[in-house]
Every structure is written in C-alpha cells, then in structure tokens.
C-alpha cells in the first residue's frame, strides 16, 4: 500500500518555471520582510515561515514533476522545523513582553 498520495496534475498543464517563480516570488517577499522589518518581532517570524514554505513548496513542485516522493518527505521535515522555530520563537516572545512589558528587539538583546 502507497502512502505517499501523488496529485492528480498533468506536467503540461502548468510549465514548471512558473511555479519555481511564485515559490522564488514568496521567498522573495519573506526575504524584504526580514531585511526591513527593524521593531516588530511577530513580523520576523511569519517573514522565516513564509521563507520556509516557499522552500518547501519548491520540493513539492520538483515531487510532482519528478513522480519522486522523496520531495514530500524533505517537505514533511521543513514542516516539522518550521514548528519548532516558532514554538520557540513565540516562547522568547511571551518572556520578553513579561520582562519588559513591550515587544521588540531591545527588549530580547537586555
């Protein structure tokens, strides 16, 4: 029995250039997000979260393309990571708004 589920998507259908431009699109946007966000730490999480799913929308697409799930997989595991980051990301948040009741960059670096 074959866990891995394949989409039923014809390879002709969508160019696979396209789709590796929306997901570079995404990482992109994550990418400015990161680099012009100076105060709000929230902002910074949801940029790497973008970041991380344009990446693993990109293993996707190559699993697709490619009838390999190993894709899938590495998708599966970046998935996985994500969560993690921003259990963690959220938890240094809710300790620097109880330490010095605003949340920013100053307050985590004191």
């Known amino acids: 029995m074959n866990i891995i589920i394949y ?3 014809d390879v002709k259908q969508i160019p696979l250039i396209i ?3 929306f997901s570079f699109f ?3 946007i994550g990418l400015v997000g990161i680099v012009w966000n100076k105060k709000n730490f929230l902002i910074l999480l949801l940029c790497i979260e973008l970041m991380f799913f344009s ?3 990109i293993f996707i ?5 490619l009838h ?3 894709g899938q997989i590495l998708c599966l595991l970046i998935v996985t990571s994500a969560a993690a980051e921003t259990a963690i990301g959220l938890s240094l948040l809710i300790v620097a708004y109880r330490l010095g009741d605003k949340v920013s960059y100053d307050s985590l670096i004191s």
């Open 55 to 57: 990446i693993s929308l």
């Open 68 to 70: 390999n799930y190993l």
């Open 26 to 28: 995404l990482f992109s």
């Open 19 to 21: 789709l590796l431009n």
């Open 7 to 9: 989409f039923n998507l």
């Open 61 to 65: 697409f190559f699993s697709i393309y």
